[in-house]
């Protein structure tokens, strides 16, 4: 948006309330997609924090070539693979956090679709990071795989195989798991 | 299931994930805190020392002296850098308008009205909000507003681009001054410049590339946009001649600053290519004979920024530009009404290193905050000589030692080996305790980022421990034998021998219930290392073994624990919130109190970076503030000029 360029742009010339303004509008999108990426929610927070503070730092030297909100989540996203990386760790259950649908008209709908739900983000859990990332971030944050290709460093190509390959895999898990 | 299944029901599971998912309170102080204190050491800051010539002294004392509409007359001596060097004694009227409460962020033009009774403008709030100037009384007229705004000839209405909500496109909205309705002018908008007197048109920029601008017109009726100027490096700042026949911008060419005049019809462009600096800014005078514009001049020592002036006839300038107003560097002009009025805001950076006088034995302050140093391009990080008689600061790629009774500068000491052109340095500075050493965060010159010690006698620079971390948020802090250092990185803190440069880590994220542990200060009898984890101050003995907490802030009015030092006899520790208030507090138990306030200052006032003297005199911290006034201006035109007596 017109309003983000202009955010941008006032923090280049120097005015940290832009800051303030661009951290508030974005904060919630950016800690859900670390949440759902990490599953955990200080490290959510920690990453959250980790970007925003390394944007401030670097934003007089910043050329936005997509828009602010993509390159925020991107480096959300970045950020918590390189976390993964450095842990080894494989993605675990989001802790103390009940996989309930939102509430639907028709309580057995709502049941069928919990359980649905559940076998989903089971299946989710199971792929590897790139593959959630970029599912996550097509699904989820709506970006398209032009703009998560170049916000990841990575071929359009790439990208539409690794989506393709995560699609394929939870298909196959899923409709296994129903035989 | 099929592929459009799965992709539902990703979807939901994301939503369901974090659809109660916020940030809190705590979360958003600590993340903005550190994000404003990154940005703000990484600015490349200007010299912003005052100096004392009539211009300033007059501009100066309103701050604390008026607070209600003021005239003041000002007698003016205007060196002519620009064709003959003559001087020019004239008056020109400036008064402030009534106190205003808001703050319309920077490159957010306000305006006034013609009839100068309102200024309107959008706040960081998004709102835009009209303010009587007589009474200061103000309005909201509409929320999710931002950019600038533009009177209509009649008063009635603004115009003024409207956010898109999620997938909505920008709107330009004319919004009622006086019921707040609003009816659409266009979709989509450019960035709002101008509105016509006519009010059919509007001028505006495109931005189609980083670093390029791109003025249009729309004929709001036909929605029909024309390019008048293709991408330009500079903001071209097109504004309307008063009688809407002509339009002025600004452009680029080879290098040379363009002020053009055009026909809105196309029929003819004029340009001015001969100012020999740069022009930003013009703005009509309102009965079309001059347009005024800031002109920047590369001086011996520094730039210099005036307001100048071109006589207009026609379609054509006449002449060439005279200085009209000297030394605007910190004035944003925004319009110049009907009515003579020429309105402005001015900004004043009143930050900079403040000492408090302090009793060791009670931890209570002994007197008020005082002013050491003005902002002068120094970034917050400071520490004390081991004598306290010295403060060190860093300043680009070098270390500048001062005077800690009146803030002289003794000695600069530049930093060979440390990246210079950031601008930015990383968090944190101390002094060895034997005097031998500062310790501080920052890259080298291959952008290695690590903990680095300068020999204060020598100026040598060597790294001492080199760490994989984008941000040199560090904190290095010594221990009182002056043989260690410890110092935070990622969320956990660690102490280095400075003879072997071996690290070890002294906390353990179980104990730290897996939070991240910060800014790191050593406990003045040297057996611990005491750390921000939240709310929280803990303290962790440096074999590492033995944890035990120092404070708990639990006190919801106190916004939080922003950053600490220890009094040198170890009994209270100072801390600041992240605003404008600095806090004490005993380190065996008992509530923190305040022991500053500098509200005095300003709601946005925020003081950082406490330091207790080694002689637990004076504490030092830093202040970041800005201040904003807004002006007018009239009777700028020398009277020769205006009667076309040139």
């Known amino acids: ?179 | 299931m099929k592929n459009k299944d799965i992709e539902r029901a990703i979807r939901k599971i994301c939503i369901t994930k974090t659809q109660a998912e916020t940030t809190d309170a705590e979360m958003d102080k600590q993340t903005l805190s550190d994000a404003l204190a990154a940005y703000d050491n990484s600015k490349n800051l200007k010299s912003m020392i005052f100096k004392t010539d009539i211009w300033r002294v007059i501009m100066k004392s309103p701050i604390t002296k008026i607070t209600s509409a003021a005239v003041v007359a000002l007698a003016i001596l205007l060196p002519l850098s620009y064709g003959a060097a003559k001087l020019i004694k004239r008056f020109i009227t400036i008064s402030q308008m009534p106190a205003i409460k808001v703050d319309f962020p920077s490159g957010y033009d306000g305006a006034l009205s013609p009839d100068g009774r309102y200024l309107a403008g959008n706040t960081w709030n998004s709102e835009l909000i009209v303010i009587d100037t007589s009474t200061g009384e103000q309005r909201k007229l509409a929320e999710n507003c931002y950019g600038s705004v533009v009177w209509s000839t009649d008063v009635n209405e603004i115009a003024v681009v409207r956010s898109g909500q999620e997938q909505e496109k920008d709107v330009l909205l004319a919004v009622s001054s006086i019921t707040s309705k609003t009816r659409t002018l266009m979709e989509d908008p450019p960035l709002l410049q101008d509105w016509s007197p006519n009010g059919r048109f509007i001028l505006g920029i495109r931005k189609p590339a980083v670093n390029a601008y791109s003025t249009v017109m729309v004929n709001l009726r036909n929605k029909e946009e024309t390019v008048l100027a293709e991408e330009t490096e500079n903001r071209p700042s097109p504004r309307f001649s008063p009688n809407g026949h002509l339009a002025s911008y600004v452009t680029k060419q080879n290098d040379q600053s363009v002020l053009h005049l055009r026909r809105i019809d196309g029929t003819n462009d004029v340009k001015f290519a001969e100012f020999p600096g740069e022009i930003s800014k013009p703005i009509w005078a309102p009965d079309g004979t001059h347009v005024i514009f800031t002109g920047t001049q590369k001086g011996i020592d520094r730039q210099h920024k005036d307001l100048w002036a071109l006589r207009v006839e026609g379609d054509r300038f006449v002449g060439a530009p005279f200085p009209v107003v000297p030394d605007v560097e910190q004035m944003e002009f925004y319009n110049w009404s009907r009515n003579g009025q020429l309105a402005y805001r001015t900004s004043f950076e009143l930050g900079g290193m403040f000492t408090l006088p302090m009793d060791l034995q009670t931890g209570k302050a002994t007197g008020a905050p005082r002013q050491l140093v003005r902002r002068a391009g120094f970034s917050a990080n400071h520490c004390w000589s081991p004598d306290g008689k010295q403060i060190a600061l860093r300043k680009e790629g070098e270390l500048i030692f001062i005077s800690a009774s009146n803030g002289e500068k003794i000695r600069i000491l530049p930093l060979p080996g440390t990246r210079g052109d950031l601008g930015y340095y990383g968090r944190g500075m101390s002094w060895s305790p034997d005097g031998k050493w500062i310790a501080f965060s920052g890259f080298d010159k291959e952008k290695n980022a690590g903990i680095f010690l300068a020999t204060l006698e020598t100026g040598d620079v060597r790294p001492l421990v080199l760490l994989d971390e984008k941000l040199a948020h560090f904190d290095p802090t010594w221990a009182p034998d002056s043989k260690t250092i410890a110092y935070a990185y990622k969320g956990d803190v660690y102490v280095v021998d400075v003879e072997d440069g071996k690290s070890r880590r002294i906390t353990a994220p179980e104990e730290r219930e897996h939070k991240r542990a910060g800014r790191p200060v050593f406990a003045p009898d040297g057996r611990s290392v005491a750390y921000i984890v939240g709310q929280r101050i803990l303290a962790t003995t440096i074999d590492g073994q033995e944890t035990r907490e120092i404070f708990h802030l639990k006190n919801k009015k106190i916004w939080g624990i922003n950053i600490f030092s220890w009094s040198p006899d170890g009994r209270h520790i100072v801390f600041t919130p992240g605003n404008n208030e600095i806090y004490c507090v005993p380190t065996d138990g008992g509530e923190p109190y305040q022991i500053a306030d500098l509200s005095n200052l300003g709601d946005h006032a925020w003081a950082w970076m406490p330091k207790w003297s080694p002689t637990g005199d004076t504490i030092s911290f830093t202040v970041s503030h800005e201040k904003y006034q807004y002006w007018v201006m009239t009777d700028l035109l020398p009277t020769a000029e205006l009667d076309g007596q040139k």
């Open chain 1, 1 to 179: 948006m017109v309003e983000d360029k202009w955010l941008v742009w006032k923090l280049k010339c120097g005015d940290r309330s832009a800051l303030c303004r661009i951290y508030e509008k974005y904060k919630n999108d950016l800690l859900k997609l670390a949440l759902v990426l990490s599953n955990d929610r200080s490290v959510a927070e920690d990453v959250v924090h980790d970007v925003i503070v390394s944007f401030a730092q670097f934003a007089g030297r910043l050329e936005l070539k997509e828009n602010l909100k993509g390159y925020l989540l991107s480096s959300v996203a970045n950020r918590v693979r390189n976390l993964n990386r450095a842990k080894h760790q494989v993605n675990k259950e989001l802790d103390g956090v009940e996989m309930t649908a939102p509430a639907s008209n028709r309580p057995d709908r709502w049941a069928i679709s919990t359980e649905e739900l559940q076998r989903v983000n089971q299946a989710l859990s199971q792929l590897p990071f790139q593959q959630q990332e970029v599912i996550i971030l097509h699904v989820y944050s709506r970006l398209k795989f032009k703009a998560i290709a170049k916000l990841l460093g990575i071929s359009v190509h790439t990208t539409r195989g690794r989506y393709r390959y995560g699609l394929d895999r939870l298909r196959s898990q899923l409709n296994s798991e129903i035989k």
